[in-house]
Each structure stands twice: as C-alpha cells, then as structure tokens.
C-alpha cells in the first residue's frame, strides 16, 4: 500500500463474534457478512479493508482467546478470498492480539487504539502497549505497519497533542499515526490534521468522519483515509457496505489524485 496514492481503506466491521455478549450463534454469518463488505470494498475500487471487531460491544480492554481464534478464521477467510492490502484492529486497545492476528494471515498493518501515553475510556483507564508491541515485533519480525491513534477516539486526554504524535512516533516507534474525531463516524478536526501533518515525520491518517463532502478538504492534509461510516448503506454504521456510495467515494479520490 502506497501514500504517494493517498490509499483509502474501507472498513469491515464485524458483527459479534463468539465469546462476545452479543455474538448470535452462527459463525458462518458472522463470516459470510465480513466477506461480503470486504468484496464490495474491492469491487468499489477501495485500495485495502481493514477488520476490527465492532460488535463485541461492551469492549474489553484485551480480548480473550476466544475472540483471538474468532478473529483469526475471519480474517483469513478475507485473505483467501479479497487481494487488497489489509489491516486488524482488535478492540478495544489489543495491539498484540492484533500483530499474533496479522502475522498468521500475512494481513499488512494493524491499528492500536492507545500505543503510548493513557486515554479515559469508557472501558476504564488504558494505558499505552508501545513495549509489550515492540518485544513482540522484535521476536516474530515482518513487514506489519503499525498505525496508532493520537488522541483517539471515544475517550478523554490530558497529553499535549504536539507532544503525544511526537512521543506515538518516537518513543513508540509507529509507523502512521491516526488522527479522528471525537466519535465513530464523527469528522476530524482539520486544524488538528494540519498540525499533525506538519509535524508527523511519518505518514497521517484520518480514522473517522471522511465523507464525500469533506474528502477534498481532508485530502490537503492527510496521506490515507480509514472509512466506515458513510460508504455503510445509509450512511449508517450498523448497515452493510453500499456498492454505490464506495465507489462514488473512489470516483471522488481518483478525481483528487489526478488533480495532484
């Protein structure tokens, strides 16, 4: 995955895996709806998926083995079948499940929620994993990109800003930091993105709220876009991925590449 290209990379939200309050029985579904957005994704033109266990709400802060398997069959049922780059988000801030997850599917970057510093969260306080994350880098090397959260979303910081993208960087040793909203589906701030990106000496992502509206501003900014929300049916989270607003959002970024 190239950030020359500005890549945008959809979201595969998945329903309630086993082990999870609200996991439904069949796994199969729970599979054969991951497939279908992923395809959509790429029948849409997006430039890669990633996966994150959305539905096993309420959150733990690290998830149990249970989820660990889960997650596992799903996501190689992506690779098997869908030829985009992809990513694994294990909420709600399990960047070593995450990397063990990545690095049995060959998946190509993982995102980590809280990588260094502390957030108030609504699953308590979480602390950063930078250390634990590089040991395990350290000891099963690949080629999995780390992207981190910088002041993420649904919680509360205390750290300077300027100071937490340099600490995520440095001190963390990401390789992209994520910059969102305050919500799921809630637009960055752009002045916040425009300090990150002239400051990130690695690549900046938007993590929430692109939107066909708001793309052509984000795009002066940021160097890759993770979208859920508004390419869902509706534009409404819980919805399946529409065919039709991907690709309009594909059309739109392919119009800003050519711009460039």
């Known amino acids: 995955m190239e950030f020359e290209r500005k890549p945008l990379i959809g979201m595969v939200h998945l329903r309630p895996l ?27 033109g997006f430039d890669a998926v990633m996966v994150e266990n959305f539905g096993d709400v309420p959150f733990p802060k690290y998830v149990d083995k249970t989820t660990v398997a889960a997650f596992t069959a799903v996501a190689k049922a992506i690779r098997d079948e869908v ?11 399990d960047g070593i499940a995450a990397y063990s997850i990545a690095y049995a599917v060959k998946a190509d970057f993982i995102r980590v929620n809280v990588l260094s510093g502390v957030a108030y969260t609504d699953q308590g306080l979480i602390e950063g994993i930078a250390h634990e994350l590089a040991r395990l880098r350290k000891l099963l090397p690949s080629k999995i990109k780390v992207f981190a959260d910088v002041h993420v979303k649904h919680a509360v910081h205390f750290f300077d800003f300027e100071d937490a993208i340099r600490d995520t960087v440095e001190r963390g040793l990401a390789d992209a930091v994520v910059i969102s909203g305050k919500a799921t589906g809630t637009p960055v701030d752009v002045e916040k993105l425009a300090l990150a990106k002239r400051i990130s000496p690695v690549p900046v992502v938007v993590g929430s ?17 993770i979208v859920g929300t508004w390419i869902k049916r509706d534009g409404k989270v819980e919805n399946e991925v529409s065919l039709e607003r991907a690709r309009k959002l594909v059309e739109l970024a392919n119009k800003l590449r050519g711009a460039l």
């Open 209 to 225: 709220g692109t939107s066909y509206d708001n793309l052509p501003e984000l795009w002066k900014y940021a160097d890759a876009f």
């Open 83 to 93: 030829s985009l780059p992809f990513g694994i988000n294990v909420l709600r801030n």
């Open 18 to 44: 086993p082990g999870s309050y609200l996991y439904g029985g069949n796994f199969d579904d729970v599979i054969e709806s991951a497939l279908r957005d992923a395809k959509t994704l790429e029948k849409a």
